[in-house]
DNA sequence: TCAATTAGTTATTGATTAATCACTACCGTT
DNA sequence: AACGGTAGTGATTAATCAATAACTAATTGA
């Protein structure tokens, strides 16, 4: 079983989840950093022996919701057959939207924070994710593959909103 | 020239304006009343004799936006020829994200916050724009309407986010 | 066994902010 | 020449919050 040998690796990893579930639930900037202790069950103070600052905390966990989806799509790339690639992406990504619904709410409003770090943060997400259907696009030697994949990423964005607002409707016919 | 007589209902819009400009570059939480206020050139206080609350402010400036895309989608509607209806709706929507890129960040934001109020006003806008592009694109003799709207939003959702991020590169091929 | 390292807390602060209150200035009417 | 309505401001407040400082408790290893 392994219980709670509280490394410090460990209380890392446990802040950033109470950090994402808080920031998605509240909004960042509403969010506190007690809201964000209380989560993850210590004192609102001992959050900044581990990060910096509350911008620190929301960046880190922006990778960790970027490095879901990014190695779940490298996974698929490297399992799926070529004829059912386009599904097996789309079944990947809707599966994190069910299981890890907290880090798409996370992405979306990283989306309109100005700060230039998080800005950064989220071109390289998108650049990577981008990068990586398209070469399983053309790997699978799809027509067309960059319009193909500018329209799953669009159908994405969509689906994040129809989720976010709960409007299912929105997401098809 | 008709100078600046203030009238109530130009004082009105005239705050509704600025808390659409200081929201979308500054974020709703992190913006305050007082910037809102200095953008109008008014006291902070007197933001709230013509808006009950910072969150009215906010659903007020909701509205401003929605019917900004609904007023010109029906324009263009009753004015298209049905082969071009799809590329005069791109074309009103391209220019609405030029000239009005704060309204489009707005909405942006109020896509993850959570207050219900906010949210029902979100879905509201969807459904009415959604039903307008939709019997345009019925009108039009379009083949899969409901698949070619699905596709219209979500390429609009995809180019919102790349122009917040200031990706252009995402936005096609 | 004790010194250093690690893990964690309580207390505090300085800044910020939505909203309220009490007030002043001006304008047209009678 | 005074009244009532409209337009607007300064001062204040009660609450909230990120970050720091100063502390204690437990663990480890030589």
Redesign the pocket.
Known sequence: MAKDS???VN?KSEILSAAIEVFAETGYY?????MVAERAK?????V??FFP??EALLLSALEVSWERIVGSFRQVVQSAAPENMEKELIVAYERIMEEHRNEILLQMQAQTIAEETIRESMRGGFREVREIVLEAFRGAGIEKPEERTFLFLARGMLCNVADAIDMPELKMT
């Open positions: 509280a490394t410090s209380r509403r969010a506190t950093t007690a210590i004192s609102q103070p001992y900044f022996r600052s509350k």
